[in-house]
């Protein structure tokens, strides 16, 4: 070792290990393979050895950062302040709170204060919320001292910073740094929310990544955050359950001077195929978020995420009856007109309740009636009361598919008019998602055509 290591207050420790602390090749690239390794639980003197060892190398790291070195030298010093950093007050912690890091936990350097990781991907706020939902799909357990195989400390500032595609791990404190204060009234996806306690800058300070409201009243929003036990998203009084007068907004810099802050996948339409059933992509998320803040947060019982589901139709189809648009139009998958619509702010909000119109009618067989325009799958679901229902069933039965029926049929969806309209399809050749008991404008027409 070089003697300015040597005068490190890290070997006051005499229980670290050479091969822990070796700044040969061979020993870096050991502890780096082992970093990047799945995290796995320390225990007994090897846990205590671990502690011992995090507590001595932000010792030393604070103590320079605050100019402390000399009075460290001469054993004098007082004890250092503590370093601020990013735990969940939910989580009172055991080990020292996390620092600024490099990534996989290498000592700060120039990287340190690196800004976004990639710099040849725009950092956007698709790719932000795509990048925190992977720690929540992965279920990342929190830790202050551990490091995930993507880099970052798995506590909530390292979290930030792996959305934020950081080039290190910062802290509540710091991550301010790289961004601008924004207010309440700003806030979109891919913001954050910081909240620090001088009082306890180590345990008690923390940090969400806002997104998106879920309520049209901006009283909840969805909060992405690394607490115990592991990353979660979840709706969230604003601004957090505690605390909630002191927690700060704040914007990175990466997106404060874009011309357009949500990028390609926030403004441009993708494409009908990037919605519907199988779909998985950060459109979907984006689409989610956008119809939350123009109503339909009611739809969404978690999320928006970027998985397609039946949250995500209705919530959609919602939006299209808001405009006046039936039939086709308002089939719960959005066109280039819906996506316009939503990114420009453009139409009508959800209203609270969308009412259906009376279903028109022409002369059916033998004499009846039969609805003749579809109006739209969201009118057939669980929990729909409406005039199209009864139509329907009525139709199913003079068509010879009214068995599932003991009364009826009536306003109110019922099992009994799913498992009819399942028979119908069925009866079509159609098989799978095509005969799922729920009717689309082709089952539709072949019933009233």
């Known amino acids: ?21 070796c700044i040969c090749g061979g020993c870096r690239a050991g502890r780096r393979a082992r970093q990047r390794a799945a995290p796995v639980h320390e225990g007994g003197h090897a846990a205590a050895r671990s502690v011992r060892r995090r507590a001595a190398v932000l010792m030393a790291a604070v103590g320079t950062a605050l100019g402390g070195g000399a009075a460290g030298a001469t054993g004098a010093a007082a004890a250092p302040a503590p370093t601020p950093g990013g735990s969940s007050a939910s989580q009172p912690p055991t080990t020292p709170q996390g620092g600024v890091s490099g990534l996989y936990g290498e000592s ?7 800004g976004p990781r990639a710099a040849a991907e725009p950092l956007t706020r698709a790719r932000i919320i795509e990048r925190a939902q992977s720690w929540v799909t992965q279920k990342v357990p929190y830790s202050m001292s551990r490091y995930w195989s993507d880099g970052y400390r798995q506590d ?9 595609g950081l080039g290190s791990s910062q802290t509540t404190w710091t991550l301010p740094d790289f961004a601008d204060r924004i207010t309440k009234a700003d806030l979109q996806p891919g913001d954050i929310l910081v909240y620090n306690n001088p009082a306890d800058p180590q345990a008690g ?71 519907g059933p199988g779909a998985n992509n950060a459109y979907v998320t984006k689409l989610g978020q956008m119809l939350t803040e123009r109503g339909g947060g009611r739809f969404y019982t978690e999320g928006p995420g970027p998985r397609w589901g039946e949250a995500d139709r209705r919530a959609t189809e919602a939006f299209q009856l808001a405009q006046g648009w039936r039939g086709a139009e308002a089939d719960g998958i959005p066109g280039k007109d819906t996506w316009d619509y939503l990114v420009s702010h453009k139409g009508r909000d959800i209203a609270a309740a969308t009412p259906l119109p009376p279903p028109p009618v022409t002369p059916g067989p033998g004499g009846g009636t039969g609805a003749t325009a579809f109006p739209g799958t969201g009118t057939f679901a669980p ?3 409406n005039a199209y ?12 598919f009214g068995r599932s029926y003991a ?43």
């Open 108 to 114: 700060p350097g120039a990287r340190a204060f690196a």
């Open 383 to 385: 929990g729909a009361n």
């Open 1 to 21: 070792m070089t003697p300015t290591e040597q005068s490190t207050p890290l070997l006051e420790f005499d229980e670290v290990a050479p091969d822990e602390d």
């Open 205 to 275: 300070s923390h940090v969400t990544v806002f997104g998106g409201w879920t309520n049209a009243a901006r009283t909840r929003y969805l909060a992405y955050e690394q607490t115990s036990p592991g990353t979660t998203k979840r709706d969230t009084p604003y601004a957090y359950w505690n605390n909630s007068a002191s927690y700060v907004p704040y914007r990175a810099k990466a997106l404060s001077g874009a011309t357009s802050n949500d990028g390609a996948a926030s403004t441009a339409f993708p494409g009908a195929g990037a919605f």
């Open 407 to 449: 009364q009826g049929p009536g306003p109110r969806w019922t099992e009994s008019d799913r498992r009819a309209v399942q028979a119908f399809q069925q009866a079509q050749g159609w098989r799978g998602a095509e005969a799922d008991g729920y009717p689309g404008p082709d089952t539709w027409r072949r019933l009233f055509g």
């Open 156 to 164: 909530c500032s390292g979290f930030v910073s792996m959305a934020w």
């Open 389 to 400: 229902v009864t139509a329907l069933g009525e139709q199913l039965v003079r068509k010879g």
